[in-house]
C-alpha cells in the first residue's frame, strides 16, 4: 500500500476537522492517506506573510516524516514552501494549486481560479509562476475567510456556484478551480457543477491522486531542478 501524507502547515484546525479530512482523503483514493498537522505556525494562510511564515513549519513536518512515507501534499493550496520542500526529501512532494491549476489547463484551454477574499493577487501570481497565465480566465472571489469555512453552509454553497456560473458566463472560463483547501474540502463539487456545463475540479483529489501515482510510477522531482539540500546544513538549521 502507497502511503501518502497531507501536512498541514500551521495550527488553526481542530482535531475533529482534521480527522474529517482524514477520512474524506481515504475515501478519494486508493492509497494510505494520514493528515499530519503542525503544533506551530500560522491559525491559517490567508497572506504573504503567513505563507512565508509557515514555510518552516511545513519542513519541520517533512524532517519528521520524511522515511514514514512514500509521498506528500502540502496542505494549503498556496503551495507554500514548494521548492524548498523538494530539496528537502527525495520522494515526491505535491502542491495542490500546481497539480490542479496543469490539470485545468490540459482539461480546457481557458480556466478560472475561486478564492477567498484575501488572496486574489497571490492566486494570479501562482498561475504566472506556473507559466499558464496565458489560460487564466479569471480569479473570482468568494467571500469567505478560512477559519469560518462551514462545510455544511448552504449559503457558501450558493457563492461558489454564483462566482462558478460568472466565470464561465462572464470570463468564458472552460474549467474552473476552487483556489481554498477549505473549500475543496467541502466536497460540493457534484452540486457547483450541476448546470455549470465545464469541469469543476477538485483539488484534493487531484493532488492526493497525483502523489499517489508518483510514488507508485517510482517518479520523484528532478533533483537538477531541485538539489538536495546538505545535511550538514539542515542540521545548523533545526539544531
Known sequence: MTDIAYLV???G????ELDRRERIANGLIT???????????PLSIESEVEHEWCVRSLLRL????????????IGCFGDPGLAAAREFV????VGPASATFHTAAQLSDRFSCLTIRSTPASKRRQIFADHLGSQLASVR??????LSVDHESAELIQKMRREAETAVEEDNAESVVPGCMS???????DRVADNL??????????SLGTAAMWAEQELCHSQVTYPAFSEEREASLFG
Do not use: W
Open 9 to 11: 502547515p500551521g495550527k
Open 13 to 16: 484546525l481542530e482535531s475533529a
Open 31 to 41: 492509497a494510505d492517506v494520514t493528515v499530519v498537522d503542525a503544533d506551530d505556525g
Open 62 to 73: 517533512l524532517r519528521e516524516n520524511r522515511d514514514r512515507y512514500d509521498g506528500f501534499v
Open 90 to 93: 527525495d520522494k515526491p512532494v
Open 141 to 146: 472571489v468568494v467571500e469567505q475567510g478560512v
Open 183 to 189: 473549500l475543496a474540502f467541502m466536497q460540493v463539487h
Open 197 to 206: 456545463g465545464v469541469p469543476f475540479l477538485d483539488p484534493v483529489r487531484i
